[in-house]
């Protein structure tokens, strides 16, 4: 198993990015470089089977989390801010019942009810006519994913959470949002009308800035 990575020294809290499913590490372009120009620890990598990263015969989140696992150990990563998007949220939430983290970042993905309805005929689809991609399959492993169900602590509910949703995102709305961030003790929700699934490369600036804003909030908070 091959990853590919970019990561940047410098200090901490480390910002590791995880993206969400068809997606890659450039999802995070901006935050990533914006992590570097404040001189933070920053990791972004493209998951197993997606972007240049080789393929899994079987997927499971669970081999994800062992994949994040993983890479913090290579980079000596301890207590990072996850932040994570789409169907990389389950691989944050999961990954942090195990395993100390200073925060998460919830971006357009929650813990359960994630898959939108027209996603199973397309990604089939996808699949069935693409037979050289991997990445349509790797999705299912997300399908019926209820968080609630899995969790083996209630370690979670005293992350520091923040959790951001967009208006015009089909899949995860401001509701579903609002509902994941009453789940963390120390949460804050936040909500860009116009914005789609996409938020953080819709509202890149916004996002870059309210994520410091929340750091500095937070710096130095880690769970025990």
């Not at 089939?124 to 899995?150: C, N």
């Not at 992350?159 to 963390?184: K, Y």
Request: aromatic share 14%; hydrophobic share 40%.
């Amino acid at each position: 198993m091959q990853l590919q990575v970019n990561y940047t020294s410098g200090r901490q809290p480390a910002l590791v990015f995880v993206h969400g499913g068809l997606g890659n590490r450039w999802n995070w372009r901006s935050q990533f470089e914006y992590a570097a120009t404040q001189g933070w620890t920053a990791l972004t990598y493209d998951l197993a089977g997606h972007g240049e990263s080789t393929p899994y015969p079987r997927y499971s989140i669970g081999r994800h989390c062992r994949d994040l696992h993983r890479l913090l150990q290579h980079f000596q990563i301890s207590a990072p801010i996850l932040c994570c998007h789409s169907y990389g949220v389950p691989i944050g939430l999961e990954w942090a019942q195990r395993y100390p983290v200073g925060g998460l970042v919830l971006i357009a993905g929650g813990s359960h009810n994630l898959t939108p309805w027209w996603e199973f005929p397309l990604v089939k689809l996808l699949k069935w006519s693409d037979r050289q991609s991997e990445v349509y399959g790797a999705m299912e492993i997300f399908w019926g994913y209820d968080f609630f169900s899995r969790r083996k602590t209630e370690r979670y509910i005293h992350i520091p959470t923040l959790v951001i949703t967009g208006g015009r995102d089909p899949a995860f709305n401001a509701q579903m949002g609002a509902e994941l961030a009453r789940q963390f003790r120390f949460n804050h929700h936040l909500h860009f009308s116009k914005a789609g699934h996409g938020v953080m490369q819709d509202y890149a600036a916004a996002v870059n800035h309210a994520i410091a804003q929340w750091v500095a909030a937070w710096e130095g908070v880690t769970t025990r």
